[in-house]
């Protein structure tokens, strides 16, 4: 990257020094410059300080967990005061929230996350803090981007052409993932290769869930990226229950993909023949309704970026 981003970490994680060390690591090594307060993280001794910061700032990464943290004079926690100035100021942000517990989160903290939910803000939600680092990591891309195109000379850029070819990057990336999923489904659909009596489900999502794990798959609208995750969840739970319940007899189709190249699409029988499939079946149809949601998404934003003119 040309310059050194300035990335304002926003959160409340009381006692989590080192998960905030890590954080601040992270993007470090990335190449930002990160702006973390660390009494109680937010807010800063000085409220202009960090407000000042806020407004400077390249990029904002807002962490949530259960807790909401001490009110500052606007009468707000000082996490919630940060969010709404970084919208006050159109800021791109990326919000991070952990699962709330309603039990023991105050009610001020589940009305703030029910605030940012109906807000049409991107947000992730993450598990523990192996997960959110994990989540942070692959997010690096987007964040990259996202920073470098708003920091462009748009005057010596026309703006549409430049909305016009970062969208070609994240096009292309989906529709190779698209023709493959297609091109799987016509295999089951004409050609009778079963999901269940093979291996063709595994090995035409299979691929590309490693892509998006080890972070090769990448793109710069993170709404595309969710929608695709949010597939894969399925199609990982399936391939999970799938490996206990049935095993290979051992005889191998030879499939030459366009996409994915030479496949061996292993057959495959149930290891108890009275095991209820239903499952995989539930399973496989959560996979479309939710791939689906994927390509309408992708469609859509296809058809608005195509309506956009010089």
């Given at each position: 990257?040309?310059?050194?981003?300035?990335?304002?970490?926003?959160?409340?994680?009381?006692?989590?020094?080192?998960?905030?060390?890590?954080?601040?690591?992270?993007?470090?090594?990335?190449?930002?410059?990160?702006?973390?307060?660390?009494?109680?993280?937010?807010?800063?001794?000085?409220?202009?300080?960090?407000?000042?910061?806020?407004?400077?700032?390249?990029?904002?990464?807002?962490?949530?967990?259960?807790?909401?943290?001490?009110?500052?004079?606007?009468?707000?926690?000082?996490?919630?005061?940060?969010?709404?100035?970084?919208?006050?100021?159109?800021?791109?942000?990326?919000?991070y929230l952990q699962k709330i517990d309603n039990e023991t989160a105050s009610k001020e903290q589940q009305d703030f996350v029910s605030k940012i939910q109906a807000s049409g803000a991107s947000f992730y939600y993450y598990k523990d803090e192996n997960d959110l680092l994990k989540r942070i990591k692959s997010s690096l891309f987007a964040i990259a981007n996202t920073i470098s195109l708003n920091n462009l000379s748009f005057d010596k850029l026309d703006y549409n052409v430049v909305v016009r070819k970062t969208f070609d990057l994240d096009?292309?990336?989906?529709?190779?993932?698209?023709?493959?999923?297609?091109?799987?489904?016509?295999?089951?659909?004409?050609?009778?290769?079963?999901?269940?009596?093979?291996?063709?489900?595994?090995?035409?999502?299979?691929?590309?869930?490693?892509?998006?794990?080890k972070g090769f798959i990448k793109f710069l609208d993170c709404k595309i990226l969710e929608l695709l995750e949010i597939a894969?969840?399925?199609?990982?739970?399936?391939?999970?229950?799938?490996?206990?319940?049935?095993?290979?007899?051992?005889?191998?189709?030879?499939?030459?993909?366009?996409?994915?190249?030479?496949?061996?699409?292993?057959e495959s029988r149930l290891c108890n023949p009275a095991t209820d499939t239903t499952q995989f079946i539930n399973l496989f149809q959560c996979y479309l309704n939710a791939f689906g949601d994927f390509i309408d998404y992708v469609e859509k934003k296809k058809i608005s970026i195509d309506c956009i003119r010089d």
């Open positions: 990257m040309f310059f050194k981003p300035r990335i304002f970490i926003s959160s409340l994680m009381k006692n989590k020094l080192e998960l905030r060390t890590k954080i601040e690591k992270t993007l470090t090594e990335a190449g930002a410059e990160c702006m973390l307060y660390e009494k109680n993280l937010t807010p800063s001794s000085d409220n202009n300080t960090y407000r000042n910061d806020i407004v400077d700032a390249d990029f904002i990464v807002l962490i949530l967990d259960n807790n909401y943290g001490a009110k500052t004079d606007w009468g707000i926690s000082g996490t919630e005061e940060e969010y709404e100035i970084a919208i006050r100021h159109k800021k791109k942000i990326h919000i096009y292309k990336v989906a529709t190779d993932i698209i023709s493959a999923h297609n091109e799987m489904l016509s295999l089951i659909n004409l050609y009778g290769y079963d999901i269940l009596n093979c291996s063709v489900f595994f090995d035409f999502t299979a691929p590309f869930i490693d892509g998006i794990e894969y969840v399925s199609a990982k739970s399936f391939h999970s229950q799938y490996c206990l319940a049935f095993t290979t007899t051992g005889i191998y189709r030879n499939y030459k993909s366009p996409i994915l190249g030479q496949l061996s699409i292993s």
